[in-house]
């Protein structure tokens, strides 16, 4: 079966073409124009998607080597995301489905991420799965390529976002993540200190708001008492976002019997992540699955893939589907 995937949901354009559960290929095109202003600027956004939509989508099916005519289905991310964004990508879609009578199928974008670990990778399930992107930190137990059930949440900031609003803090540019990471190379994770935030309520909820107001402290006091190192400061604070999210993580493990757990979306791109994680995999002899560094933040082979394990229990999606900004899953 071979699948058409477009993701437009916030400021990456991407189409790729998987056959069955193998990327054939995954353009992903990242938007320049908002490195400027620090964020994504929501109309530019959808411009710039309705610019390049048609280029991309040409390019992924000429690298994927097939024809127009072999598609089976489109997947496309209709949420969450910006509005003007995910209209541009999936009113394509529906024309794309419409010319070539396949059916479309509306992917929301978390379920996306999710799937993403199951690219190149076979999970052995039950599994939970840790998703750490711009706009969500959450996990989920996953009892089939079909069961998914959330199990925590953040209750401020996701952990993209404190790596975003640090970045903005240290002076640094968008997207934080990987400039932080960069910074943080050459730093001493250990030379700072900070809090590890606790969630009243929930033990596996995720908070991290007080990191980056205790990350604004540091630095002000830092900066009026004289010379620092700015990349130990920025080791410490990545240090203490990961430990924050392994530290949940270990409590979700020792709660569930799974024998897998995938780390999926943006910051699982982040390298320092995928070394000290694998402490949790030697203490609890559990197998840590990272997906390749391509599929972790925003791309189609992801919704693509998501659409195949719908498409095989037969779900397609009626054409009159509507963009849904907020969408959960
Ligand atoms: O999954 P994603 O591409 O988009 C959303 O769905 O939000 O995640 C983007 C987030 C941004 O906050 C970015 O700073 C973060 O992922 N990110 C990273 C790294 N690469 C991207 N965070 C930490 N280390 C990285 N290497
Ligand atoms: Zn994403």
């Known amino acids: 079966m071979i699948l ?3 993701e437009t949901s916030c400021d990456e354009t991407s189409c790729s073409i998987i056959k069955d559960n193998i990327v054939l290929s995954n353009i992903v095109k990242t938007q320049e124009i908002h490195k400027e202003f620090g964020g994504v600027v929501p109309d530019l956004a959808s411009k710039d998607h309705e610019k390049k939509i048609l280029s991309i989508v040409n390019e992924a099916i000429k690298q994927s080597r097939i024809k127009l005519n072999d598609i089976d289905g489109i997947a496309v991310t209709y949420g969450s995301g910006l509005l003007g964004s995910l209209i541009v990508g999936l009113n394509f879609a529906k024309g794309l489905s419409i010319g070539l009578n396949i059916p479309l199928i509306g992917i929301s974008h978390l379920e996306g991420h999710l799937s993403s670990g199951f690219i190149n990778k076979e999970p052995k399930f039950p599994c939970i799965s840790l998703i750490v992107s711009g706009g969500h930190t959450q996990i989920w137990l996953i009892e089939s390529i079909h069961k998914f059930t959330v199990i925590s949440n953040t209750v401020d900031d996701a952990a993209g976002e404190a790596f975003d609003k640090g970045a903005r803090i240290l002076g640094l540019g968008y997207p934080g993540g990987p400039e932080i990471e960069k910074m ?21 909820n995720f908070s991290f708001s007080g990191l980056k107001t205790a990350l604004l402290y540091k630095k002000n006091k830092l900066d009026s008492s004289g010379i620092y190192s700015e990349n130990d400061l920025a080791a410490s604070y990545q240090h203490a976002i990961i430990i924050s999210l392994l530290d949940k993580l270990e409590r979700v493990i020792c709660h569930y019997k799974v024998y897998n757990v995938m780390i999926v979306g943006g910051v699982s791109a982040n390298l320092y992540f995928r070394e000290i994680s694998l402490q949790l995999k030697e203490k609890y002899n559990l197998d840590i699955i990272f997906p390749d560094l391509e599929y972790c933040t925003d791309n189609a ?26 969408i959960i899953y």
Do not use: Q, R
């Not at 943080?184 to 596996?204: R, S, W």
């Open 301 to 326: 082979a992801m919704i693509a893939m998501a659409g195949y394990l719908k498409l095989l229990e037969g779900e397609k999606t009626d054409l009159s589907i509507e963009p849904n900004p907020n």
């Open 184 to 204: 943080a190379k050459t730093g001493d994770p250990f030379k700072y200190d900070f809090p590890l935030p606790k969630v009243k309520n929930n033990i596996f």
């Open 4 to 6: 058409l995937g477009i």
